[in-house]
């Protein structure tokens, strides 16, 4: 028996954004949308195009350079902000238009201050502005797990009589219960007259731990589009994970009526590039890309794994990717071996860029025995150019031992001009960070000052995430060396780097979808 098709909606670009500190450059944004599109997503929704000038052009550069994928920007109802989404989108092979607008009884009254007629009339007028554009055009009623069926059916009937072609059901506080969520998706296919003109989506918060359970009960009910991140990055909890969702489906084609088109080799390559662009670790026992997945301690465990696979593993690590992690790769590998493996991770890039990447190879090469892709990827986040890159390390020495308080002396080039500075400190790393606001004085609130192994043994890199706020804004910068202390520093000014540029991303409607 044929089985449907199962769209897969990442909105790691957008949604996943709005994680605190995990704004995204355009050319990391770019990196990531090239990686989903060779994992073979549906739908990338690159971004939110009114937010700001620098979310614009991000959408518009994806949208110029993905060709296998749809291409999706998120607006309110609001005819601006869907003219500024059909600009962002004119190039796009495949474009879509996202309009969303509340509809529970709380986000009308309380935030929206609209009544039910204003927002079925907001709505239609969303869709129909939209429709202009494009044939490809989705409606979304915001906090939907919230509303009141009869309205839901009401917005909904209209936004598909005003041209919407795909519906989304999104849970955006992550009330549901995967029972309860799923027979509210059986309802409205019920019960909305013209449902069958429209593909019923779904869009899970993961405030109760039930995101991935609620998409796959509302799929299990009905729906044929699940919108989702990978790592589960999101706002708050963040969203369901598209790693599990897309595995789940695979595993128990059993329970499932769909199937998807997702390239499943690409999902660690995409979980690990996330991860290293946004600053947020994967924690070691997530489902699916957590180091742990396919990993067996107990005695038990290895012994049943050794005479039949099956005993303890219902996937294969090689599916998912973990079979790709490793290559060989050291100080004799020339230029078009590293050429040739960034772009199988992904990457793109013009001869400069490979160029000042491969100087940072030879120079890790020296300090490695053998390079992996995990380094790979931290070189070229380290390298790809900043929209402004004013501070940059020159000169680091620190003194730490026994008995004595860390003391750190750093010369920083600021704008050309090099500028030295000392500072005792509680530590080598934080004698460090103040020994650079000596100089710099930023005025800033460190929030988050994270360690991770990009690979195991001695002389790995270790990658140090830090975050820092400042008048309201929040920023992370990343670093890598095989010195923790070198490569904090390097994550310190690459924070401050992003702070000095133009107002950061700035999403209209913080709540969203």
Request: proline share 3%; charged share 25%.
């Amino acid at each position: 028996m044929s089985k449907d098709h199962l769209i897969i909606f990442d909105t790691t670009l957008r949604d996943g954004e709005q994680s605190p500190g995990a704004s995204m450059t355009r050319e990391e944004k770019l990196r990531i949308a090239h990686l989903l599109e060779k994992l073979r997503v549906d739908v990338i929704e690159a971004g939110f195009p009114a937010a700001s000038p620098g979310d614009f052009e991000a959408v518009r550069a994806v949208a110029r350079a993905v060709k296998d994928s749809r291409v999706c920007g998120l607006t309110r109802a609001r005819a601006a902000d869907i003219d500024r989404a059909a600009e962002a989108l004119k190039d796009a092979v495949a474009p879509r238009i996202h309009t969303f607008i509340a509809t529970s009884s709380i986000h009308m009254q309380h935030k929206l201050r609209m009544t039910p007629d204003e927002v079925v009339e907001h709505a239609v007028a969303a869709v129909r502005h939209a429709r202009q554009y494009t044939d490809d055009v989705e409606f979304s009623a915001e906090d939907a797990g919230r509303s009141e069926i009869d309205f839901l059916c009401r917005v909904i009937e209209a936004a598909i009589a005003a041209g919407a072609r795909t519906i989304n059901i999104p849970d955006t506080v992550g009330y549901a219960i995967p029972q309860q969520f799923g027979e509210t998706i059986a309802t409205l296919l019920e019960r909305v007259p013209n449902s069958d003109q429209a593909v019923f989506s779904v869009h899970c918060h993961n405030d109760l731990g039930l995101a991935v359970a609620n998409s796959l009960s509302a799929v299990l009910n009905g729906a044929r589009q699940v919108e989702c991140t990978i790592n589960a990055l999101g706002e708050r909890a963040g969203n369901a994970s598209l790693e599990e969702i897309v595995m789940a489906v695979r595993t128990r084609q059993d329970i499932f009526p769909v199937e998807t088109r997702i390239d499943a080799t690409q999902i660690v390559p995409c979980s690990r590039l996330v991860s290293n662009v946004t600053g947020f670790p994967v924690q070691p026992n997530k489902a699916i890309v957590g180091i742990n997945a396919f990993a067996h301690e107990s005695g038990i465990h290895q012994d049943g794994v050794l005479k039949h696979r099956d005993t303890y593993e219902i996937m294969r690590a090689e599916d998912v990717g973990w079979s790709a992690n490793r290559i060989v790769l050291g100080k004799l590998s020339g230029r078009n071996a590293l050429r040739t493996r960034l772009q199988e991770l992904g990457v793109s890039f013009d001869n400069d860029l490979l160029d000042e990447i491969f100087v940072r190879f030879k120079d890790l090469a020296d300090k490695k025995q053998e390079i992996f892709d995990e380094d790979l990827q931290a070189l070229v986040s380290e390298t790809a150019p900043e929209e402004s890159d004013r501070h940059r390390l020159r000169f680091l020495h620190v003194c730490s031992e026994s008995g004595t308080t860390p003391h750190a002396r750093v010369e920083l080039e600021i704008d050309g001009e090099v500028r030295a500075g000392s500072s005792d400190g509680g530590g080598p790393v934080d004698a460090s960070f103040q020994a650079v606001e000596s100089i710099v004085n930023s005025g800033t609130d460190l929030l988050l000052y994270s360690v991770n192994n990009i690979t195991s043994g001695t002389d790995a890199q270790g990658e140090v995430t830090v975050r820092l706020s400042k008048a309201g804004r929040i920023v992370n910068g990343q670093g890598s060396d095989t010195d923790i202390v070198i490569a904090s520093v390097k994550a310190y000014l690459n924070a401050l780097n992003r702070l000095g540029t133009p107002a950061a991303r700035a999403h209209p409607q913080h709540d969203g979808v």
